[in-house]
């Protein structure tokens, strides 16, 4: 059975860093593209970062700069670095393992505001 446990979300401040992480079982993450996508109240979820099983990554326009995408293959877990929050950024963050299905976390709230 696929498990996807996202970790890391919390309160912050504009201006201020996150990490979430991604921890997986049932599957080899490095083998799928990974993504982590984001759902805000009354808006459609968006993919923010996405890292392919040969490494290549991709941005959300908003996210370029301030957000990177990591993968510890040894550690079957998927990261995702935020720096510079704006309040924009309140969501809940979700991971995502993409192959001949797509599998969901449950999903870590995060919450930028002074």
């Known amino acids: 059975q696929v498990q996807l446990v996202e970790s890391g979300g919390g309160l912050v401040q504009p201006g201020g860093s996150l990490r979430l992480s991604c921890a997986g079982s049932g599957i080899i993450f490095s083998t799928y593209t990974m993504g982590w996508y984001r759902q805000a109240p009354g808006k459609h979820r968006e993919l923010v970062a996405s890292i392919t099983s040969d490494g290549n990554v991709n941005y959300v326009d908003s996210a370029k700069g301030r957000f990177g995408i990591s993968r510890d293959s040894a550690k079957n877990t998927v990261y995702l670095q935020m720096n510079s929050l704006k309040p924009d950024d309140t969501a809940v963050y979700y991971c995502?393992?993409?192959?001949?299905?797509?599998?969901w976390g449950q999903g870590t709230q995060v919450t930028v505001s002074s």
């Open positions: 995502s393992a993409i192959g001949w299905r797509q599998w």
